[in-house]
């Protein structure tokens, strides 16, 4: 009953939910809410705003038909940035956003004589990301050179990892929302190597000249490269978003793909359904949303199909393309000729990494449970697929939840209240659920004074924000207010005998056949008891009474 | 042959004569076996006379100076001569004066070759597109050296980025031999040797990556030692070939070299690739004559590389070497011959390393940063002229040749298989070096030759590393001490001895070499081509 009541007493319970599917659905937009971060609010907005058409879209039922004799095939090279103090092989900080140039050293401007010395975070968090993802560990790996020019690569070669990543052969599970049609998907993890990053190039408005900044020169990178397993826009951005999330539970990474944190290069061929062999392979780069590299696939899909339908299949060439936002579509970057010779080989200023079982053991032991293992737990304790994937999603969101059933707090209880009103607040208020002030301890009480009667869901709600915003006790806050449900039939009885007796002409009318009036008594009851009075209890007298021939 | 050697006529105006008469520990009026008293550690003279108020560093910081304004025009040794020797040296007399605790190095007078940073002092490694390029810090061996007291006189002339063996692919100057003016000093420390034979300084750090320290070593009669790899940071040395190069000393003792090498030897966190192998405290090793025993050096067994003394060396260099060995059999080794069948492989295996290294560690000289940057309208321009215009012949080449070798097809035909030469070398001189305490051959297949001889014929040149390389590609310590001279020049040409120990076991190659040197009768490697100044 309590459950019956707690609905009542909110009637826009599952409205934003309810907004933000619509939303997908009709800008065919990946799940920004469900994959974007809680405390990036900021961008949220910009992202869910609505978006134009996919040509997809557009075009009649002639492309839909055309589509559906293709397969595309998609891997996706993940780079993320790893959220270590310093740099990979100096001690200069790894800041983002600080003055150009101002962190740098001669180790990673390149200058002459400087040499690389690895930060051992880059490998601890490369063998966390490494065995999230269920890959084999290189107990023994290397550092490799991978040349080109370029001048925002200051020592003219990129240190990274080339024949001997430190981790591979894994995969990752995940969940596609059930608005984009539910299941469960495995994806392949190729591999998952260490890499430094390069500087920025800042193009004056002139085109006249270029500037180098060297600040990112040398943070550390984790590349991911997937097997290409993924066959549709939905199913590339929500391994993207699993990436995320694994980083952002891991603590690897803050994940922030408008920082560049996280940056996808999207790799996709087409193919006839029953061909065993690939298509001409294109890559995307410039994917910096979740829903751009939706989008980008699904254009790249059907310009691709359209291109084999049409007989010029041999128009479609190994090329980087570039997604463009404004004009939603992709265009060439610049076509490969042949594949580019990087001269790898084995890094001589860096020793080889090697690993002990023991290091490995010990990092394994301090993994937290990732995001797969917390679906599968919140699913099996009985919470839909819809609320499992929100409370997963965000790592902090999830740490909160588990705290507050750690608690004893119910279970459906602690995730409608944290999925509904705290998530509504957090919203408005533009917080992360860090900041709130209202602590998983105070919110299961919370839930347990519903239950057991102690105050009525109104009241709950009502105290709910004041604990959000300058926190203190629900006991505390029951007392200092008074706040303790009238549970007693006797006193709810004498308050409905004073409040029918008050209002003849409304008996009369309800006696008379105009039921609905019963809702009004209940509520000048409620007001009289302050809302302290139980619903319920309430409800039950008041139709005795009204019913009761006198 | 001996009797060609002249005495040094002009070194005789110069100071040094004083600090040759001076008293020293090593050695100390010892030479009732020779008429030439043998070679005495400048570093140990230097200290003796400061502490006892016999001379001031400024004084000899002066000789110094002078001598090299003197010498300078001819030899060329040094691409810079720094301007604070007299305010670095009046700071140490300043210690003195007010009883303070002196470096080991204090006063020492040191070059420094240019391909290692020298804060604010400019080290351009002999190349254009450095040219004027002053680090922000100095290279761990350098700092070393000046927290012990040691003067950085100036740097040092050398091949380009340290490719070559004659020093005359400098991009500024061609140093000559002081033993002959019209000889190189070899390469690529040519600078580096040259300024100690000829006195510019006491000790000098150069850097090894084929041969460079030992070569011109034994073209100019000085000691000169190639730690193992990793027992000196590298930091701060500009890379040529990183899993090869090593920064080495420069002496005209072996007691100044270990004493020098001593002194930047140790674990540096900058250079991930050095050594956490404790050093040991070389110095004891020095002994002074007195000390030896009739067969100082009993039961050390010396394996004579068989290899090294075939066709294609020099009679005068071959006969000289075997005197050597002589000569340590009379010091009581056990001598025996050791055959390293990967010998010869050494060489193009060293070429390909070498150069593949090169072209990844000279990629990052672009003239977008530092150095010269030609001007250009779009970006490939700029990296085409920037570097066409700044590095030379020598250096393009094996830019090219690394490239090549580290190419898509390519690479499991040259670099990967020379990887696998490397392993075979590595194995023999362990198994070598297993039977013997140390292996000796020359340093080179021949003396000093002709500025010019070799410059149009890059694999004769190349050939004379043969000696060197391997050991290298072992990551080996070894020194190369003058033992004898062959004819040629005005008074004869010096000939180096190159022994070579196992890793990390420096000690051993110092006491064998000292003891050598100390004992070697009837040689004074002091060159006399200063007759010129006047």
Redesign the interface.
């Known amino acids: 009953m309590s459950t019956t009541l707690f609905r009542t007493f909110q009637p826009n319970q599952f409205s934003l939910l309810g907004t933000s599917l619509l939303r997908r659905r009709r800008s065919n937009n990946f799940s920004v809410r469900s994959c974007g971060s809680q405390t990036t609010t900021t961008h949220e907005a910009k992202q869910s705003s609505p978006t134009r058409v996919a040509p997809k879209n557009h075009k009649s039922n002639k492309l839909d038909e055309i589509l559906r004799d293709y397969e595309a095939v998609i891997g996706i090279e993940t780079h993320v940035q790893l959220s270590t103090l310093t740099k990979a092989f100096c001690s200069c900080s790894n800041n983002y956003g600080s003055y150009p140039n101002t962190s740098i050293c001669?180790v990673c401007?390149?200058?002459?004589?400087?040499?690389?010395?690895?930060n051992s975070k880059v490998v601890e968090f490369g063998v966390r990301l490494g065995l999230a993802l269920n890959c084999d560990l290189s107990l023994k790996s290397k550092f490799d050179?991978k040349?080109y020019?370029y001048?925002d690569l200051?020592?003219?070669?990129q240190i990274s990892q080339f024949d001997i990543p430190i981790a591979s052969g894994g995969y990752v599970d995940l969940d596609i929302p059930l608005e984009f049609g539910g299941g469960h998907r495995r994806f392949g993890i190729t591999r998952v190597h260490m890499e430094e990053d390069a500087g920025k190039l800042l193009h004056s408005d002139t085109g006249d000249y270029s500037q180098?900044d060297l600040n990112r020169a040398g943070v550390p990178l984790l590349e991911i490269v997937s097997e290409p397993d993924m066959r549709s826009g939905i199913e590339a951005a929500e391994y993207a978003c699993e990436m995320q999330r694994i980083a952002r539970y891991l603590g690897v990474s803050n994940g922030n793909m408008q920082e560049g944190s996280l940056r996808c290069d999207v790799n996709i061929s087409i193919r006839p359904i029953g061909q065993a062999e690939f298509g001409t392979k294109v890559e995307i780069k410039n994917l910096n949303a979740f829903s751009a590299i939706s989008r980008a696939i699904d254009f790249e899909i059907s310009r691709q199909a359209l291109l084999y339908n049409q007989g010029k299949a041999d128009q479609i060439v190994t090329e980087t393309r570039l997604w463009e936002e404004g004009a939603q579509k992709t265009v060439t970057m610049r076509k490969k000729e042949g594949?580019a010779?990087y001269?790898?080989?084995p890094e001589?200023?860096?020793?080889e990494v090697i690993l002990t079982k023991e290091y490995v053991d010990s990092i394994r032991a301090s993994l937290p449970e990732l995001p797969e293992a917390k679906r599968r737990r919140y699913e099996a304790m009985g919470l839909g697929m819809q609320d499992v994937l929100f409370l997963a999603n965000d790592v902090s969101v999830a740490e909160y939840f588990d705290a507050v059933i750690g608690k004893g707090a119910e279970v459906k209880l602690a995730a409608n209240w944290i999925m509904s009103d705290i998530a509504a607040y957090l919203k408005n208020e533009k917080l992360s659920i860090n900041d709130i002030k209202l602590t998983p301890h105070e919110l299961a009480e919370l839930i347990a004074a519903i239950k057991d009667g102690t105050i009525s869901g109104k009241i709950g709600k009502e105290i709910l924000f004041e604990l959000l915003a300058k926190g203190g006790t629900v006991k505390g806050m029951i007392k200092a207010k008074d706040l303790v449900q009238i549970t007693d039939p006797v006193e709810i009885e004498k308050m409905v005998i004073q409040v029918v007796s008050e209002n003849p002409k409304q008996l009369e009318q309800y006696r008379s056949g105009k039921t609905k009036l019963q809702g009004y008594f209940a509520g000048q009851i409620m007001k009289m008891s302050k809302g302290k009075a139980n619903p319920g209890l309430l409800n039950k007298i008041l139709l005795e009474k009204l019913n009761a021939k006198d | 042959m001996l009797s060609t050697l002249q005495p040094p006529r002009s070194l005789s105006l110069l100071p040094l004569r004083r600090l040759r008469n001076s008293k020293t520990i090593v050695s100390a009026a010892s030479s009732t076996t020779s008429v030439i008293s043998p070679p005495q550690s400048q570093i140990l003279t230097t200290r003796r006379s400061l502490l006892s108020g016999e001379t001031t560093a400024v004084e000899i910081a002066k000789s110094y100076l002078s001598r090299i304004r003197l010498t300078e025009p001819q030899l060329k040794c040094f691409l810079h001569v720094s301007e604070n020797v007299l305010k670095d040296a009046q700071e140490i007399d300043q210690r003195i004066a007010k009883g303070e605790e002196l470096g080991p190095l204090a006063g020492v007078l040191i070059g420094v070759k240019d391909n290692i940073c020298t804060q604010g002092m400019p080290s351009t490694a002999a190349s254009r597109i450095l040219e004027h390029y002053r680090p922000p810090f100095d290279a761990t061996a350098v700092k070393k050296i000046k927290e012990l007291g040691g003067i950085v006189v100036g740097k040092t002339n050398m091949d380009e980025f340290g490719m070559g063996s004659t020093t005359e692919a400098s991009a500024f100057q061609v140093t000559a031999n002081p033993w002959d003016l019209s000889r190189v000093p070899g390469g690529s420390s040519g600078g580096s040797a040259a300024a100690v034979a000829a006195r510019q300084c006491m000790v000098s750090l150069g850097s090894d990556t084929g041969g460079s320290v030992r070569q011109p070593a034994s073209f100019c009669g000085v000691v000169g030692f190639k730690p193992t790899y990793g027992r000196v940071s590298r930091f701060g040395l500009m890379a040529y070939a990183s899993s090869l190069d090593v920064i080495g000393c420069f002496g005209s003792t072996v007691a100044d070299a270990g004493m020098l090498l001593h002194a930047i030897s140790g674990y540096d966190r900058f250079d991930s690739t050095s050594s956490k192998q404790d050093v040991p405290e070389f110095q004891s090793q020095f002994l002074s004559m007195d000390h030896f025993e009739s067969k100082p050096l009993n039961g050390v067994k010396v394996g004579i590389i068989r290899e090294t003394l075939e066709d294609g060396v020099d009679s005068g260099v071959r006969s000289a070497t075997q005197e050597a060995a002589s000569h340590l059999e009379a010091l009581g080794c056990v001598l025996t011959e050791v055959s390293l069948p990967s010998f010869s492989l050494g060489l193009p295996a060293y070429y390909v390393i070498a150069s593949s290294e090169s072209s990844s560690n000279l990629s990052r000289y672009d003239g977008v940063r530092y150095g010269n940057q030609v001007m250009a309208e779009e970006l490939n321009k700029l990296y085409e002229c920037s570097r066409g215009e700044g590095f030379g012949g020598e250096v393009k080449m094996r830019i090219l040749m690394g490239t090549y070798a580290l190419s898509a097809g390519y690479y499991d035909a040259y670099y990967k298989r020379a990887q696998q030469v490397r392993t075979l070398i590595r194995k023999d001189f362990k198994a070598a070096l297993e039977q013997n305490d140390i292996l000796i051959s020359p340093a080179a297949p021949s003396a000093a030759y002709k500025i010019g001889e070799k410059k149009d014929d890059p694999l004769a040149m190349y050939a004379g590393d043969i000696m060197t390389v391997n050991v290298n590609l072992a990551g080996l310590p070894a020194m190369v001490l003058p033992c004898g001279l062959v004819e040629g020049g005005p008074s004869g040409l010096p000939v180096g001895l190159q022994m070579i120990g196992a890793a990390f076991d420096e000690e051993k190659l110092l006491k064998v070499g000292h003891i050598f040197e100390q004992t070697l009768k009837g040689s004074s490697f002091v060159p006399p081509s200063l007759a010129n100044v006047p």
């Open positions: 001669p401007m390149g200058l002459p004589g400087a040499l690389p010395v690895l050179r040349q020019f001048p200051p020592k003219g070669y180098v594949l010779d001269r790898y080989f001589p200023d860096l020793p």
